[in-house]
């Protein structure tokens, strides 16, 4: 008993020091100031649409977040989760017809999305594309 707790105790520990060290993006829930507020600023924000019976989000989600984490901590980036079954109005404002869908929008504008199944390689393609096109101007002035 005293050895699953102590192997439980170093999981959870190791488990926070990876959170607390950025190995991971802080994706929050939608809320729709928070996105205001970053559509206002020098921020690619991520919308990502999904369900929680989803498996195709579920395997999406934790990848996206690993690939935004870096440019997230740069405060480049701002990631929001939003429920596909509760927004009409989120998804009507951007087209948004798969529930397994990112959208990547700079400045109320829309410079990428995703939808339906892809693989990680392409997500991280279209990630990097729509940063390029956020930034591209700014980062040459």
Known sequence: MLARSIFTFAALFSLALAQGSGAFADVREYDKQSVEFSMRSNELVVLDFH???CPLCHS???YLEQVIAKD???GRVQAFLVD???????KRKYNVKYRNTAIFIH???VVGRMAGDFSHEMLEKEFRDALNAAFAKVDAK
Do not use: I, Q
Not at 84 to 90: K, M
């Open 60 to 62: 999406k989600s934790p």
């Open 51 to 53: 369900v929680t019976h």
């Open 107 to 109: 400045r109320n504008r």
């Open 72 to 74: 997230m901590r740069a």
């Open 84 to 90: 596909f079954d509760n927004d009409e109005g989120l």
